[in-house]
């Protein structure tokens, strides 16, 4: 079974517990509840993890070379601000896919710009907790079509 790293960044362990509004009323722990289903259906193993700290996303990105076929990635504030976290996808060479759960197009300009989408396959945000099951969607899609070729 193939193996999905889905990786958290900063202060998304709040997730449910303040700004109802914009991030919506469920926990990081529902979150992964509802990949875990997902993962399921789809017939793939995921590992979920959240952390708040830059560097220890930039190790399981390096973690990920050798046990994850592909990466699902919110990288939290880091998007915005993380050269390193560019490099560290771009060097792994995962297929990796940018998840937000607000539509950051809809909010301040300095979310507008990501320093992840250069370096991933593709980028849902705007869908709420739903931007991580349509993720494992597109990354299940990825899987397949890299199997066949
Ligand atoms: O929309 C997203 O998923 C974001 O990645 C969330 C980040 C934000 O910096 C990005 O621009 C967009 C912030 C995560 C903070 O999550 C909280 C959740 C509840 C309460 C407070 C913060």
């Known amino acids: ?10 202060n998304l362990n709040l997730l449910g517990t303040r700004e109802p509004e914009i991030y919506g009323a469920e926990t990081l722990a529902d979150v992964e509840t509802r990949c875990d289903s997902k993962a399921l259906a789809l017939g793939l193993s995921i590992e979920f993890r959240q952390t708040n700290l830059e560097g220890e996303l930039v190790n399981w990105i390096h973690e990920a070379r050798g046990k994850a076929s592909g990466i699902i990635i919110n990288a939290g504030a880091y998007t915005h601000t993380s050269v390193a976290l560019h490099d560290a996808l771009k060097a792994v060479g995962l297929p990796a896919i940018e998840v ?9 300009s300095f979310r507008h710009h990501s320093y992840i989408s250069p370096v991933a396959r593709g980028v849902i945000c705007g869908f709420g907790v739903q ?3 349509l993720a494992l969607d597109g990354m299940s899609g990825i899987l397949k079509t890299k199997r066949k070729g």
């Open 131 to 133: 931007s991580y099951e």
């Open 1 to 10: 079974m193939e193996n999905v790293f889905i990786l958290n960044g900063p």
């Open 100 to 108: 937000h759960l607000s539509n950051v197009y809809k909010r301040e």
